[in-house]
Structure formats: structure tokens, C-alpha cells
T-cell receptor, first 116, second 115 residues
Framework: EAQVTQNPRYLITVTGKKLTVTCSQN?????MSWYRQDPGLGLRQIYY???????DKGDVPEGYKVSRKEKRNFPLILESPSPNQTSLYFC???????????????FGPGTRLTVL | GESVGLHLPTLSVQEGDNSIINCAYS??????FIWYKQESGKGPQFIID?????DKRQGQRVTVLLNKTVKHLSLQIAATQPGDSAVYFC??????????????FGKGTMLLVSP
């Protein structure tokens, strides 16, 4: 089954404790992206990756890191989480950046993160 | 920059009614628009899209209208069903440097359908 998976789905952590949220897709997609979703703010892009070893900042990259060492995985790293990073996070992928213009962006199920 | 907003945070309708969800965007360079549906506990799912060279596109029970003059688009759902209850997002895509695209999402409207 073609899908985007995220782990963990739920996480409660404390300020300053490094964490990684994994994202994996099995569709051989080039383009991957991370969003956060907050009440009243909608989805905002954190980082995106056009292909392996190619990443760029989205609208709200502060406090986050990403890596794209292999095509299928795009982990989101919070080196020193803070309470304002409490949010619902979505990973998404599409065949390539042009595919965004052809509606084929697939979203993962989401990761709900709480930073105390 | 781009901002994409929705006019109403919540829309309540009766089953069988037609629903209209509105969205405004700010960047006239946006050339592609998408409507997503997000059910509780799930990621967004594509509903329908429209390019800036069109002013109307129809799908199954859904129609998107685009008015570039006032930078406004709407999603119309015909014969709304309880299964349509969800949060609906509009998103605008524009090209940035080197031809890459960035997608900006609106804040969302919750559609509540009562039987």
C-alpha cells in the first residue's frame, strides 16, 4: 500500500530533550515536506526537500532541522524542543516538486507533540 | 509574502443543503489552488484543484470557483452529507526561485453537517 508513515504518532517530552520524528514514504517520491498545524493558523511549512541531500527552509524553520540522506526518509529533528513547538506535525510527499501542481501530494497521519 | 485566509471558522449546514466555503489569497503570483479536506485525526486529503487560467472546475459533488480579480476562491459542495463534516483548507501555490513551488495553506473552515 502506497503511504506516508510517521513515528511516533504521539509524543510528550520535556523542554530541551532532543527528539526526532521520522517520516518515510514507499512511493519513490522525490519531494518531501514537513508542516506544523496549530489552531487558528492552519498548516505552515517547516522544511522541504526536493531530492536526496537537497533541503530548504519553509515558512517556520526556526528550532527545527531536517536531513535527507536517502530518498524514502525525511526525519524532523528538534535539537532543543520548547513549549512553543507543541503542535501537530504532518509529513507529506509527492513525486517531484512539479507534482504539487498536479495534486499528488500525500500526507502522513500526523504526529502530535507536546513539549512540557 | 503569501497569506491565505478563510472567511468563516465554522459553517453549519443541514444534510442535503449546498455548502459554500470561501477563501481569499493575497499573492497575485499564485497560479494554482487546491482544496483539502481534513477529517479528525487524519492528514489533509486532496479534493479538487484549479489553475489560474480557469475560473471554474467541477468534480463529483464539488465545484471550485476562482475570481482572480478579487483574489477569491470558493468550494461548493452539493447535497452535503454527514460524511462531509471535516475541516476544509484552501492552499495556494506559487513558483519561487529556480522554478520551485511553495504551497501556502489557509487557516481552515470546519464544516458541520447535521442530519
Amino acid at each position: 500500500e502506497a503511504q506516508v508513515t510517521q513515528n511516533p504518532r504521539y509524543l510528550i517530552t520535556v523542554t530541551g530533550k532532543k527528539l526526532t520524528v521520522t517520516c518515510s514514504q514507499n512511493m519513490n517520491h522525490e519531494y518531501m515536506s514537513w508542516y506544523r498545524q496549530d489552531p487558528g493558523l492552519g498548516l505552515r511549512q517547516i522544511y522541504y526537500s526536493m531530492n536526496v541531500e537537497v533541503t530548504d527552509k519553509g515558512d517556520v524553520p526556526e528550532g527545527y532541522k531536517v536531513s535527507r540522506k536517502e530518498k524514502r526518509n525525511f526525519p524532523l529533528i528538534l535539537e532543543s524542543p520548547s513549549p512553543n513547538q507543541t503542535s501537530l506535525y504532518f509529513c507529506a510527499s509527492s513525486f517531484n516538486w512539479g507534482a504539487l501542481a498536479h495534486n499528488e501530494q500525500f500526507f502522513g497521519p500526523g504526529t502530535r507533540l507536546t513539549v512540557l | 509574502g503569501e497569506s491565505v485566509g478563510l472567511h468563516l471558522p465554522t459553517l453549519s449546514v443541514q444534510e442535503g443543503d449546498n455548502s459554500i466555503i470561501n477563501c481569499a489569497y493575497s499573492n497575485s503570483a499564485s497560479d494554482y489552488f487546491i482544496w483539502y479536506k481534513q477529517e479528525s485525526g487524519k492528514g489533509p486529503q486532496f479534493i479538487i484543484d484549479i489553475r489560474s487560467n480557469m475560473d471554474k472546475r467541477q468534480g463529483q459533488r464539488v465545484t471550485v470557483l476562482l475570481n482572480k480579480t478579487v483574489k477569491h476562491l470558493s468550494l461548493q459542495i452539493a447535497a452535503t452529507q454527514p460524511g462531509d463534516s471535516a475541516v476544509y483548507f484552501c492552499a495556494a501555490l506559487r513558483r519561487v526561485n529556480s522554478g520551485y513551488s511553495t504551497l501556502t495553506f489557509g487557516k481552515g473552515t470546519m464544516l458541520l453537517v447535521s442530519p
